[in-house]
């Protein structure tokens, strides 16, 4: 009996969840990002489902912000790679592409959720997790690790990712 409530209670937490593809498309089409271009979203990050269309727009030249309007609603940056070609045809595109450099631009504000990473020699690990501070790219901020909630420094990457430093 225990058995079976467990299932359904992690059947249910399972449902309970933003499906992640809708918002890397919506991403993608924020940025108006074409060919090999990849939405970078943890596969362990868990949102609520929102109930609205999702909200995109493009937060620099690497990074859209999407949100969901449902209340209390969620806000995620979500850095997108893409091949040199693509990246230049998408700074044309961008109104102000030309007057602001990404290190201008504030990529990330306190609260917001960031993919961090770590590495040592050839092998690098990444995890959620939410910023402490404000920063741009190149510059250091304080980063909450989602899953330890350790608290670590990092540097602002222009794909919206934050590197931790030593």
Do not use: F
């Not at 091949?83 to 007057?99: F, I, K, L, S």
């Amino acid at each position: 009996m225990l058995a079976l409530l467990a299932t359904s209670a992690a059947a249910q937490a399972q449902q309970a969840t933003q499906p992640l593809e809708p918002i890397r498309q919506a991403a993608l089409a924020a940025l108006q990002a074409e060919g090999d271009a990849q939405a970078m979203i943890a596969p362990g990050l868990r949102l609520a489902p929102c109930g609205q269309a999702l909200i995109a727009v493009p937060s620099g030249a690497a990074v859209a912000e999407v949100r969901c309007a449902d209340t209390p609603g969620w806000r995620l940056y979500v850095p997108v790679r893409r091949t040199a070609t693509a990246t230049a045809t998408a700074q044309a595109r961008m109104p102000n592409a030309a007057e602001e450099s990404p290190e201008s631009a504030v990529m990330v504000k306190r609260g917001d959720p960031v993919m961090l990473r770590a590495g040592i020699g050839g092998t690098e690990v990444r995890m959620g997790g939410k910023a402490l501070g404000q920063a741009r790219t190149g510059g250091i901020l304080n980063v909450e690790n989602d899953s330890s909630h350790r608290i670590v420094r990092g540097r602002l990457l222009a794909d919206g990712s934050v590197q931790v430093v030593n």
